[in-house]
T-cell receptor, first 112, second 115 residues
Framework: QKEVEQNSGPLSVPEGAIASLNCTYS??????FFWYRQYSGKSPELIMF????GDKEDGRFTAQLNKASQYVSLLIRDSQPSDSATYLC????????????FGSGTRLSIRP | EPEVTQTPSHQVTQMGQEVILRCVPI?????FYWYRQILGQKVEFLVS????????KSEIFDDQFSVERPDGSNFTLKIRSTKLEDSAMYFC?????????????FGQGTRLTVV
């Protein structure tokens, strides 16, 4: 079982709609959860982090965490063409506190 | 805004040669990381470093790899005898207090090409 799993996509969403990205993780003791955005040829850029069950909102982005289901999601409201990128889910484990593990990423395409 | 800086941005080396990739983490951060990303593949954890020693390392981080913090600002990754399969983007990252409640910020990466 992969440590962090994401649907590779591509996920195509019309401009102005909500994009929903999902991630599951295997380490039940994981404590910290991150969403990074990566444009082609660039480094990962942190866009959201969440530590507690529930929702966390920051501008057009909402991260959702359900530790019981070992599930993290990212919602992007009012999607813009500039949101087209690969979105990486990352998890920092309880047993491996200094080891942030990445999923393989979901490619998001916003169509005008 | 503080940022992680990496040099060089691109390094070409012959197979079997040693390379050193350099990073300057964010100044008040305590945890430092190296990741690599082979073209078209996922971001892979190599090693984390805290309090002047390796905190965690992956199976990829074998005896060919080493890390060092030679002074108060630099953090380096050395590959002793490069192989073709070491060609990848190498990212350095740093985080504040590490543990379970902090986020890591990445440098812009070094593209290593082994020929």
């Amino acid at each position: 079982q992969k440590e962090v799993e994401q649907n590779s996509g591509p996920l195509s969403v019309p401009e102005g709609a909500i994009a929903s990205l999902n991630c599951t993780y295997s380490d039940r003791g994981s404590q910290s959860f991150f969403w990074y955005r990566q444009y082609s040829g660039k480094s990962p850029e942190l866009i959201m982090f969440i530590y507690s069950n529930g929702d966390k909102e920051d501008g057009r982005f909402t991260a959702q965490l359900n530790k019981a289901s070992q599930y993290v999601s990212l919602l992007i409201r009012d999607s813009q063409p500039s949101d087209s990128a690969t979105y990486l889910c990352a998890v920092n484990g309880y047993s491996s506190a200094s080891k942030i593990i990445f999923g393989s990423g979901t490619r998001l395409s916003i169509r005008p | 805004e503080p940022e992680v800086t990496q040099t060089p941005s691109h390094q070409v080396t012959q197979m079997g040669q040693e390379v050193i990739l350099r990073c300057v983490p964010i100044s008040n951060h305590l945890y430092f990381y190296w990741y690599r990303q082979i073209l078209g593949q996922k971001v892979e954890f190599l090693v984390s470093f805290y309090n002047n020693e390796i905190s965690e390392k992956s199976e990829i981080f074998d005896d060919q790899f080493s890390v060092e913090r030679p002074d108060g600002s630099n953090f380096t990754l050395k590959i002793r005898s490069t192989k073709l399969e070491d060609s990848a983007m190498y990212f350095c990252a740093s985080s504040g207090t590490g543990g379970s409640n902090t986020e890591a910020f990445f440098g812009q990466g070094t593209r290593l090409t082994v020929v």
